[in-house]
């Protein structure tokens, strides 16, 4: 099946500084890609939609300028959480889909990203 | 109202016995439905869709009722491997949206 592969798996920060996630699909053209958050012990939260070629569509309550998310081509999205607090500590989770539609389609999610800021 | 809701558990069964998840959603306009896996510390992983007719792969069946906007996960003959957490989601307002319930947890003792 396809794969999405996200880097890196863990990040330690200090409090201050920007991180960059990467998320790649593999074997297969993404033209959206999905960004979650999750806290432990809760659900995922969709925090944005990255479309390739344009600006990506944030969740209301997500702060775009704090969340940059880049989709340059069809198979990477990057999110960077900038000016990292220990409050971003959480798991972020990237997700392709490999076709269009409803009912189409399997969601595929990378091996998410544990970020902890100091 | 959570849009998704899911009893947290933990489900504690032992190995054999049948065990059965259920999941309501708030909003009538959803059109696919999902289970999906989550081992601990890892990405979710997806166990099945769910149709309206309700839907068998092995030991797992799962079932939709739309007028009560309820969604169930029936597991048989439970394995240790089976332990995890199982989310239940749905389709948001738009198709490719998927809302994510916080997810059951199931441990399964020898």
């Known amino acids: 099946g396809a794969v999405v592969s996200q880097h890196p798996s863990w990040v330690i920060c200090k409090s201050g500084t920007s991180v960059k996630i990467e998320c790649r699909s593999l074997?297969?053209?993404?033209?959206?890609m999905f960004w979650y958050r999750q806290f432990p012990k809760q659900s995922l939260m969709l925090m944005a939609t990255s479309n390739e070629g344009s600006k990506a569509t944030y969740e209301q309550g997500v702060e775009k300028d704090k969340f940059l998310i880049n989709h340059a081509s069809l198979t990477l999205s990057t999110l960077t959480v900038t000016s990292a607090h220990p409050e971003d500590s959480s798991f972020y989770i990237c997700?392709?889909?490999?076709?269009?539609?409803?009912?189409?389609?399997?969601?595929?999610f990378g091996e998410g990203s544990r970020l902890t800021v100091l | 109202r959570k849009e998704v809701e899911q009893d947290p558990g933990p489900f504690n069964v032992p190995e054999g016995a049948t065990v059965a998840f259920n999941c309501t959603y708030s909003?009538?306009?959803?059109?696919?439905f999902f289970w999906y896996r989550q081992d601990c510390r890892k990405e979710p992983k997806l166990l099945m869709s769910?149709?309206?007719s309700g839907n068998e792969d092995g030991r797992f069946t799962a079932q939709l009722n739309r007028a009560s906007q309820y969604i169930s996960l029936l597991i048989r003959d439970s394995k240790l491997s089976d332990s995890a957490t199982y989310l239940c989601v749905v389709t948001g307002d738009s198709s490719y949206k998927l809302i994510f319930g916080s997810g059951t947890r199931l441990l399964v003792r020898p």
């Open positions: 074997d297969f053209q993404a033209t959206t």
């Open positions: 997700s392709a889909r490999e076709h269009w539609g409803v009912n189409t389609g399997e969601l595929f």
């Open positions: 769910v149709y309206s």
């Open positions: 909003n009538s306009a959803s059109q696919s």
